[in-house]
């Protein structure tokens, strides 16, 4: 776990929203499609459950409540517990994270 500084934060949405193929305007946008929500989830669970950043600065970041952000970090971290594909693919994304972030 690293303390992330705002900067580092960027560089998760920019990984997660490459793996998505996605932009950042959609990624904070209000749709609540599928895929933009897990995204956005995979993004509050590797910022705030893997690196402790604070919810309200990430919910404020990308346009969200903070019972949002807890609810799809939550949801992300059961995923994995039952589900081995979803567990590989999380921590696929987070190695890559974790190498621009290094």
């Not at 793996?19 to 609540?32: H, P, R, V, Y």
């Not at 949801?75 to 594909?85: A, C, G, L, Q, T």
Request: aromatic content about 6%; glycine content about 2%; some cysteine.
């Amino acid at each position: 776990m690293i303390h992330l500084t705002p900067k580092q934060v960027n560089i998760i949405i920019i990984e997660v929203c490459d793996e998505f193929c996605i932009t950042e305007d959609e990624l904070i946008s209000e749709s609540k499609e599928g895929e933009l929500a897990e995204a956005r989830a995979i993004i509050f669970y590797i910022a705030v459950i893997l690196n402790s950043y604070p919810m309200r600065s990430l919910s404020r970041r990308l346009k969200r409540g903070h019972s949002n952000v807890h609810s799809m970090s939550k949801r992300v971290f059961n995923e994995i517990s039952i589900n081995k594909d979803y567990k590989i693919k999380i921590d696929r994304i987070v190695k890559l994270v974790d190498i621009k972030l290094k």
